[in-house]
């Protein structure tokens, strides 16, 4: 089960828009994509997920393409306690999630 | 806070020892991973439980085991402890767990293993 692809870092101006891509080539029709974060010295945090069209909650969007083989957190206006390593993750065949090195997200002030 | 606690929060050993780690899932969920993470990589998936019975495995070692109890904690036993042990270790806990990629995962602040 191979896993997602991201960017090793990015950087970001506070109150701005962030995009953070994620390429899922391998994922499977029921597979859901899920991100989570991870705030320095801390465990996850549960962003989004979502199966194949668009989701939003209090803390972001998320984008996912029409074939399924990636999409874009969203988060629409950075904060400085954005910072964070961000993960896509899709399942594996047990449906456990697979995580991969993540995007540290470095924002700006 | 997410409401899952674990202990101890760091932990130094030296090799060969054994040491076991505690996770308190949130109220009302059934379901509790371990996880782990070595330095600056992402998480490893070790082993989920649920309802007290052992419902996957992931990239768990023959040294490492565990088990959920009636309470519905968990503990992750490390035996025969060598450098390469050392890492964070994360449980993780969700309400349902019979298709853990659909359920929100809850995590625990993690225990800091050191092995010297």
């Known amino acids: 089960d191979a896993k997602t692809t991201q960017p090793n870092s990015m950087e970001s101006n506070e109150e701005e828009p962030v995009h953070l891509p994620c390429n899922h080539s391998t994922i499977s029709g029921t597979d859901y994509i899920h991100w989570y974060r991870q705030l320095p010295s801390q465990g996850p945090e549960y962003v989004i997920h979502?199966?194949?069209?668009?989701v939003n909650n209090r803390m972001a969007s998320l984008a996912i393409a029409e074939d399924r083989k990636s999409s874009t957190l969203i988060l629409h206006r950075a904060t400085l306690r954005d910072a964070a390593v961000y993960y896509c993750i899709k399942s594996d065949s047990n449906y456990q999630l697979i995580w991969g090195a993540g995007t540290k997200l470095i924002i700006k002030p | 806070d997410s409401g899952v606690t674990q202990t101890p929060k760091h932990l130094i050993t030296a090799t060969g020892q054994r040491v076991t780690l505690r996770c308190s899932p949130r109220s009302g969920d059934l379901s509790v991973y371990w996880y782990q993470q070595s330095l600056d990589q992402g998480l490893q998936f070790l082993i989920q439980y649920y309802n007290g019975e052992e419902r996957a495995k992931g990239n768990i070692l023959e040294r490492f085991s565990a088990q959920q109890f009636p309470d519905l904690h968990s503990e992750l036993n490390l035996s025969s402890l060598e450098l390469g042990d050392s890492a964070l270790y994360f449980c993780?806990?969700?309400?349902?767990?019979?298709?853990?990629?659909?359920?929100?995962?809850?995590f625990g602040p993690g225990t800091r293993l050191t092995v010297l």
């Open positions: 979502g199966l194949t069209s668009n």
């Open positions: 993780a806990s969700s309400v349902e767990g019979t298709r853990p990629s659909t359920d929100t995962q809850y």
